[in-house]
């Protein structure tokens, strides 16, 4: 199975190249089940890829089937085109498509693993996340849950969970022999996201998505 380099050999590849090489920065945000993520954030323009994996924990190279056992939760690495959206306008998107007030997991899913927490790279995203945190409990009059916790390594999950929101391979499910798309668009809806992010954040849910949900 392939797997993909630690998000610490990526940053360091990046800031070896000559200046001016690229514009690319990244965000590393744990937002409940990766496909949903995933799938709301890729949407954004600007953002040029969003891999599923793992960060937080103790245990090196995680899987899926350990991973909680390791403290891990499931994460997004998102790599964003700084000319487009910056890391703020990403952090507050990302915090209106999420239940902010919920500390003990993601509307179905439950448990430390699919909690929400943004892991800055450095000190400056740690302070412009707190800065939109800061924003966004003004917005919604009350307290957000969600941490900004010290960096970590990110670890990518395994191939199949990559783009799995939007994967035709057929695989067999709770909804029947289905492709993943489909099973992705079963298991949202039943899990209820989007109207449990609609009535914590009521007009400001999905705020800058182009199509959320979908």
Known sequence: MKRLLPLTFFAALVASMPPGTAQAETAVLAGGCFWCVESDLEKLPGVRDVVSGYAGGETQNPTYKDYDRGGHREVVKVDFDENKISYTELVGIFLRTVDVTDAGGQFCDRGHAYSTAIYPLDETQAKQA???????????????????????????????H???????????????????????KGYRKGCGRDAQVKAVWGSEAFKGLPKAGS
């Open 130 to 160: 707190r800065a939109e945190i800061a924003k966004a409990e003004k917005a919604l009059g009350g307290k957000i849950v969600t941490p900004v916790e010290a960096p970590a390594v990110f670890w990518p999950a395994e191939d199949y």
């Open 162 to 184: 990559q783009a799995y929101y939007k994967s035709q391979v057929r695989t067999l499910t709770r909804f029947g022999y289905v492709t993943r798309a489909d099973a992705y």
